[in-house]
Nanobody, 122 residues
Framework: VQLQASGGGLVQTGGSLGLSCVNTGTIARINRMGWYRQTPGKERELVARINSDGSTNYADFVKGRFTISGDSAQNTVYLQMSSLKPEDTAVYYC?????????????????WGQGTLVTVSS
């Protein structure tokens, strides 16, 4: 599994941006995919995750603004971000795991993409 994230960039406050993550390696039986973000000096934090049954989970700070979607069979996951705020500025990482279990800790994910920078200007 080799995850490749794309779609980051510069956007103004209130704008929208979509992130994509695809598996460019061998397709695996992935049951959970997610998006995390990280800023300098801070721990990587969960943004949203989606299980193979379609169930989703969002961090409180993105509820109502971000939407996660994906296709576990194709090992792809997307994050549509709207009403962006300067505090959403971060490097966003996609992640995948064979099992849909565990909490929000990044340690529960086995596979990671390289990260894509999202910058929201005020």
């Amino acid at each position: 599994v080799q995850l490749q994230a794309s779609g980051g960039g510069l956007v103004q406050t209130g704008g929208s941006l979509g992130l994509s993550c695809v598996n460019t390696g061998t397709i695996a039986r992935i049951n959970r995919m997610g998006w995390y973000r990280q800023t300098p000096g801070k721990e990587r934090e969960l943004v949203a995750r989606i299980n193979s049954d379609g169930s989703t989970n969002y961090a409180d700070f993105v509820k109502g603004r971000f939407t996660i979607s994906g296709d576990s069979a194709q090992n792809t996951v997307y994050l549509q971000m709207s009403s962006l705020k300067p505090e959403d500025t971060a490097v966003y990482y996609c992640a995948a795991n064979l099992f849909a279990m565990g909490g929000n800790s990044p340690e529960t994910y086995r596979y990671w993409g390289q990260g894509t920078l999202v910058t929201v200007s005020s």
